[in-house]
């Protein structure tokens, strides 16, 4: 059953069912594709919805392109520092509904130790009760420069232009289920 408004409650992520993906622009005329596997984190559907709260954490070295060479450097130093920076965070500070099943998140988000604001474009997707156990479904959007965050490798192309955009833009799909809910199903 789908409704322009989420349930209030507390809700666990369901890292299974959760994918936070981004593309970022390479060799100047294509864009590459990537994720983070196993997000976790909780969020609280308030009344009133500007009251509502988010936190979300990934481990950094779980970034994923499809080419082992190319995860290993974004592990690196040069980019996420996994070693050093294990986890990326995100948290809001403000949530502003909107219409329809949309709204804004303001938070901040850290990488590499350094804490910076994102905003995220959001909808709800609506509720689903599977095998008994209610689950929410939602979707997020928003850009960022990744240069911020202190993520400034890079190199100058023969031709012209640099190897590496700076602007990541995001794409994340949520589902969540009640807080300590175990999921029994796939």
């Known amino acids: 059953m789908t409704t322009a408004t989420p349930p209030v409650g507390v809700w666990e992520i369901d890292p299974r ?37 988010l936190s979300v954490s990934v481990a950094s070295a779980n970034v994923s392109s499809g080419v082992a060479r190319r995860d290993d450097h ?33 938070g901040e988000l850290t990488v590499r130790g350094v804490t910076r604001p994102v905003e995220l474009d959001a909808r709800y997707l609506g509720t689903h009760a599977d095998g008994g156990v209610p689950l929410v479904a939602f979707s997020a959007t928003g850009s960022l420069d990744r240069e911020d965050f202190g993520v400034t490798f890079n190199r100058v192309l023969e031709a012209g232009g640099l190897a590496i955009g700076s602007r990541l833009d995001i794409e994340i799909l949520v589902e969540a289920l009640p807080e300590g809910t175990a999921r029994h199903v796939l």
């Open 74 to 106: 974004l592990r690196s130093p040069d980019f996420l520092d996994a070693e050093n920076f294990p986890t990326i965070t995100y948290t809001s500070r403000a949530v502003r509904p909107g219409e329809d099943g949309a709204f804004t998140i303001e």
């Open 17 to 53: 069912h959760t994918s936070l993906e981004f593309t970022v622009q390479h060799l100047v005329v294509a864009r590459v594709r990537g994720r983070f596997d196993g997000v976790t984190g909780t969020f609280e559907v308030a009344d009133p919805p500007q009251e509502s709260r």
